[in-house]
């Protein structure tokens, strides 16, 4: 298993471009979760998935920001007509319930994808 | 809802001092609360949790965690630091148990640990 995987690592974008992220989770984890981190600050929840299902969505996250799974495999996070304050580190995220047994909500982090918008 | 709260947003401690991060919780119900430890251009890695078991928790790298609930406390320690220590260390709150369900891991804003030669 090589963990959870980002991709693209850094993205320099112009103001009002859309970029996109893509996120492959632990392959047995059915959970995935978005969370974006700025400078000096903890990572901050923006959205969840159990398998292909978006179940919920932070106030943080804007209509230009669209995440799906479709298969329940990898996600994307898109952000459209990005602006300067999208600047930050996107995070990427699963865990997985095992059968029968309570989800400590202990989760399994990939190295992120940096945004920089000009 | 729950939240956390870390004292501190730079530590700085001499090689072989000992590094003591503090973090405080708030929470409706009982807790679930983890360390998570971030290199630089690294994401987040699990140094330990307490999930209602035994109240002082060992993690990876010898440091450790006592759970205090009179307290609302939940500060990271280790010993003796070493240079390789260096890096971002965040507190982390769930509301407990869930049993196929979500529970939101709420971060607080992390405690930058410098270790000085």
Same mark, same amino acid.
């Given at each position: 298993d090589t963990g959870v995987s980002q991709d693209p690592r850094h993205k320099i974008t112009k103001r009002g471009q859309n970029v996109t992220f893509r996120c492959d989770p632990i392959s047995e984890h059915n959970r995935l979760y978005w969370y974006r981190q700025t400078l000096g600050q903890g990572p901050e929840f923006l959205t969840y998935f159990q398998n292909e299902a978006q179940l919920e969505k932070s106030r943080l996250l804007s209509d230009r920001f669209s995440a799906e799974r479709p298969k329940g495999s990898f996600s994307t996070l898109e952000i459209q007509r990005t602006e300067q304050g999208d600047s930050a580190?996107?995070?990427c995220a699963s865990s997985s319930p095992t059968s029968g047994r309570a989800d400590t909500g202990e989760l399994f982090f990939g190295e992120g994808s940096r945004l920089t918008v000009l | 809802a729950q939240s956390v709260t870390q004292?501190?947003?730079?530590?700085?401690? *001499? /090689?072989?001092?000992?590094? &003591?991060?503090?973090?405080?919780?708030?929470? @409706?119900?009982?807790p679930y609360l983890f360390w998570y430890v971030q290199y630089p251009n690294q994401g987040l890695q699990l140094l330990l949790k307490y999930t209602s078991a035994a109240t002082l928790v060992k993690g990876i790298n010898g440091f450790e965690a006592e759970f205090?609930? *009179? /307290?609302?406390?939940?500060? &990271?320690?280790?010993?003796?630091?070493?240079? @390789?220590?260096?890096?971002?260390?965040?507190?982390?709150?769930?509301?407990?148990?869930?049993?196929?369900?979500?529970?939101k891991v709420t971060f607080g804003i992390g405690t930058k640990l410098q270790v000085i030669p």
């Open positions: 580190m996107y995070l | 004292l501190g947003s730079h530590v700085s401690v *001499s /090689e072989g001092a000992l590094v &003591l991060l503090r973090c405080n919780y708030s929470s @409706s119900v009982p205090k609930k *009179s /307290e609302t406390s939940f500060h &990271l320690t280790k010993p003796s630091a070493h240079m @390789s220590d260096a890096a971002e260390y965040f507190c982390a709150v769930t509301g407990g148990p869930l049993r196929g369900g979500y529970q």
